[in-house]
């Protein structure tokens, strides 16, 4: 789709697209833990109808609640981080507005801060980040928030080798992926409003997806982009550090539904937080996935 450049930017206007820096831009992270859950459709009737929606409720509330307790935990580490006031903790806003996202309960992310104010919870939680290769040799790279290492270590290690992967070394893959910062509104905003945010605030990329306008840009210059962009739209969905791949490997229908299950398992442990990777997800996979 054609697009006009804004003079003395390197960003170009394309709605349906991405606007970017260059020729060949480089492919988006991927966080799999965000893609729709395959075979979501109830397919029977009657008694066996109602049983499956009530299955599929129920999983829904656990993810729910599951999703809940992530985010607590992230309020929690990053009220301790600083100060526990939002308009002087970068990282507390941001996981505040990621907690609005998700509707999560004003009083659940008020009794977290609370927490933290009243010193209840002395709980220690450490920043970690695992490195491997899932099944057909995708590149994975796990985050986590937790208060036992060697319980998470070999929790992910288990989830890795269950599905065909292999957990390495810190820095065994990360070589194939770049840091950049990410920051996310809802379409409510309009698309102009975005992209004009995004060039005063210097940068890289505006992408218009199917829920949100996404804005990236160097993690050197995350903090001064999403404070800008923040204080000109209001919170974002989502602002935070993510791992983008610098090249993505393609693979089979049966190598990415294993991945994924890999994924959603990790997802199911309380102590990881994020999920990124190098899976090249074309249209016609997503759409086999999504049958």
Partial sequence: MGGRAVEGTGLENRRGGNSSVGSNPTPSAIPLHMSPTPLERVLMAGHSQFKNIMHRKGAQDIKRARTFAKLTREIIVAAKAGLPDPATNPRLRSALAAARSANMPKDNIDRAIKKVIGGEDNTIYDEVRYEGYGPGRIAVIVEGLTDNRNRT??????????????????????????????????????????????????????????????????????????????????DAIEAKVIWRPLNTLACDIDTAKT?????????????????????????????????
């Fill in 153 to 234: 270590a070999s929790e992910v290690r288990s989830i890795f080798s269950k599905h065909g992967g292999n957990l390495g070394e810190t820095g065994g893959v990360a070589f194939q992926f770049e840091r950049i910062g990410l920051i996310r509104f809802g379409r409510d905003k309009g698309f102009d409003t975005v992209f004009e945010a995004a060039v005063e605030a210097g940068a890289d990329n505006v992408d218009d997806t199917e829920d949100a306008f996404e804005i990236t840009c160097s993690m050197d210059n995350f903090a001064i982009v999403r404070d800008h962009v923040s204080n000109k739209l209001g």
């Fill in 259 to 291: 991945l994924i299950k890999m994924i959603d398992t990790l997802e199911d442990n309380d102590d990881i937080q994020n999920v990124y990777t190098n899976i090249e997800l074309s249209d016609d996979l997503a759409a086999n996935l999504a049958d």
